[in-house]
């Protein structure tokens, strides 16, 4: 018994725990209590707890806890998708939730792989097993209340693109070299070569000179070849903006969010491929109409009103 008082002080090291406020969400009476008893020998005194996602809504709108202990499975509102829309409050500003960074602990009796994985994409801190102990519990708040995190509206982005890069992939994808030569990088090679071969000694000692002309000439077809790479990018960013435009025209107000939110990576993703990568630039705009394509034949377009 002293071994796990030495370990849970330890581990409350770094925690004010009388200064501290926790919110229990959970709705069976005796799960509750049982964490409350534990987290009030361990030092814990400003606890309250709510039996469902809207209750706990009301708590955090009120008094601000400074963590969340929350069980998965909540009656209505699922503790996951309470997560969610914790999360989710940094990106689209909810009343009832004033800080989207609240450290959150997942108590449930789930261990598989999949559903810690589910929890951590959905942006809990911590995850517990029941039945836990004493030392597990309080691990986790420790963590959670100590450790710098990824921010909350950053980590909710990252996991955005994560999930639409399964959905569509190819899209999405970092560009990878194709092994075609280029005319910019071929051009940049050949004035790096006529510069670096100026004041070599030739094997009669005398230095080699530069070749004017030819690096003029290297120059133009280098200015040339970045105007139509550049012209060509702007082709490709009208094609990608069209291609949403002609999206939103056909389904209106039943357009898939995630489909105009690809439309938007592509747009930004179009300005990030080098100049000399005009095959990953065009793969996108070739992707977002496929990806149309496909949603024209699966979703029924917006009926046209008729003209009285």
């Not at 921010?151 to 999405?172: C, I, T, W, Y």
């Not at 702007?234 to 949403?244: I, M």
């Not at 080098?274 to 109409?289: E, G, W």
């Amino acid at each position: 018994m002293n071994m796990l008082h030495s370990q849970t002080q330890r581990l409350l090291r770094k925690v004010n725990c009388t200064a501290v406020s926790l919110l229990i969400v959970e709705d069976n009476d005796a799960s509750r209590r049982l964490v409350v008893e534990l987290l009030r020998a361990a030092g814990f005194t400003s606890l309250s707890f709510a039996r469902n996602a809207e209750e706990a809504l009301e708590h955090l709108q009120n008094q601000a806890p400074d963590l969340m202990l929350l069980d998965w499975n909540l009656p209505g509102m699922s503790g996951l998708e309470l997560v969610t829309l914790i999360r989710g409050a940094a990106l689209k500003p909810d009343g009832r939730i004033p800080d989207p960074a609240l450290p959150i602990v997942m108590l449930t009796a789930r261990q598989r792989a999949d559903d810690v994985t589910r929890a951590r994409d959905a942006g809990i801190n911590e995850f517990v097993v029941k039945p836990f102990s004493t030392t597990s519990l309080l691990r986790a708040i420790s963590s959670a209340l100590t450790q710098k995190r990824q921010p909350v509206a950053e980590a909710v982005v990252s996991e955005r693109r994560r999930r639409k890069a399964q959905l569509f992939p190819g899209l999405l994808r970092r560009p990878e070299s194709n092994g075609k030569p280029n005319p910019i990088d071929t051009g940049l090679n050949t004035l790096r070569g006529l510069i670096s071969h100026a004041g070599q000694k030739t094997a009669h000692k005398t230095a080699k000179k530069t070749d004017v002309e030819a690096v003029n000439q290297t120059v133009l077809d280098l200015m040339q070849s970045h105007a139509e790479a550049h012209t060509f990018r702007l082709r490709l960013v009208e094609l990608a903006a069209q291609s949403l435009n002609d999206y939103m025209r056909l389904f209106g107000d039943h357009a898939d969010p995630e489909v105009v939110d690809v439309h938007l990576d592509a747009l930004i993703r179009l300005n990030e491929v080098p100049y000399a990568h005009p095959d990953d630039a065009q793969d996108i705009v070739r992707h977002l109409k496929v990806l149309v394509t496909k949603r024209k034949t699966t979703r029924k377009a917006v009926p046209k009103k008729v003209a009285q």
